[in-house]
């Protein structure tokens, strides 16, 4: 059996370092973005259940009140992507001058993908 010259030994040594603390590196950051983030999404009806197309959805982010809009399709359908899963948001929908009660959508929910339908009141 021959041995591999010292240089070449440690050439395969560097390589494999450089490999592990690529991958101790870059796997946090993958793993960040994963969890980063949610998605919610859901109807708008009426009291009735019928679905509510062109009612105006608002998600209100309760660390700086910005507040983002969504207009419903024809099915009462809405979604927010690319939410931030460390904060607490409030969301409701309005309707020919009717409002829906709120909903929160809490930090603490580790789901990445959030449903909630939304009910006018009589």
């Known amino acids: 059996m021959t041995r591999k010259p010292r240089h070449l030994r ?3 040594l560097a390589i494999t370092l450089l490999a ?3 991958l101790v590196l870059v796997a946090p950051r993958a793993s960040a973005q994963d969890f980063g983030v949610k998605q919610l999404q859901g109807k ?3 009291a009735q259940d019928s679905p509510i197309g062109g009612a105006i959805v608002y998600l209100q982010n309760s660390r700086n009140n910005d507040i983002k809009s969504y207009i419903s399709d024809k099915d009462g359908a809405y979604h927010f992507a690319d939410i931030s ?3 607490d948001y409030t969301v409701w929908a309005a309707f020919q001058g009717k409002k829906t009660p709120t909903k929160t959508v809490s930090a ?5 993908k959030v449903f909630l339908d939304l009910h006018m009141k009589e």
């Open 85 to 87: 899963a460390d904060t």
């Open 20 to 22: 592990i603390v690529a």
């Open 108 to 112: 603490f929910d580790s789901r990445k």
């Open 44 to 46: 708008v009806f009426t």
């Open 10 to 12: 440690c050439t395969s």
